[in-house]
C-alpha cells in the first residue's frame, strides 16, 4: 500500500515562494510517476508537474512553467514542488499523487494512489 502526505502549504503574499513536500512511504519509487495537481473552489482538479521518478524527465503546465520546479529525493523517498513568484489564480488545494504504470502523466486517470491534499492561499 502506497501512502502519501503532503505538506508545507500555508499563506503567502503573491509574489512570495512555498515548497510542497510529498513523503511516500510503502513501496520503492524507482518506476514510479509523481504528480502534483490542484483544484480551486469550484473548479476541476488540474495537472500543475509530474515527475519520471526513475530518468528525471519532467512535465509542466503552461500556467507554472519557469515558476514551478518539480523535484524528488531518493534517499527520502520524497517529491518536491518549489514554487516561485507565487499569484493569487495559484490559490487552491495542491495533491500530490503516484503511480507504477507509464501512463499519461498530465492526466488526473494516469495515477492510482493520491495524498489527502495541502492548501496553498495566494493574498494580492
Known amino acids: 500500500q502506497v501512502q502519501l502526505v503532503e505538506s508545507g502549504g500555508g499563506l503567502v503574499q503573491a509574489g512570495g515562494s512555498l515548497r510542497l513536500s510529498c513523503a511516500v512511504s510503502?513501496?520503492?519509487?524507482?518506476?514510479?510517476?509523481m504528480g502534483w495537481f490542484r483544484q480551486a473552489p469550484g473548479k476541476e482538479r488540474e495537472f500543475v508537474a509530474a515527475i519520471r521518478w526513475s530518468a528525471g524527465v519532467t512535465y509542466y503546465a503552461d500556467s507554472v512553467k519557469g515558476r514551478f520546479t518539480i523535484s524528488r529525493d531518493n534517499a527520502k523517498n520524497t517529491v518536491y514542488l518549489q514554487m516561485n513568484s507565487l499569484k493569487p489564480e495559484d490559490t487552491a488545494v495542491y495533491y500530490c499523487?503516484?503511480?507504477?504504470?507509464?501512463?499519461?502523466?498530465?492526466?488526473?486517470?494516469?495515477?492510482?494512489?493520491w495524498g489527502q491534499g495541502t492548501q496553498v492561499t495566494v493574498s494580492s
Open positions: 499523487a503516484a503511480d507504477p504504470r507509464f501512463l499519461i502523466p498530465t492526466m488526473t486517470s494516469g495515477y492510482g494512489y
Open positions: 510503502g513501496r520503492t519509487l524507482r518506476t514510479y510517476t
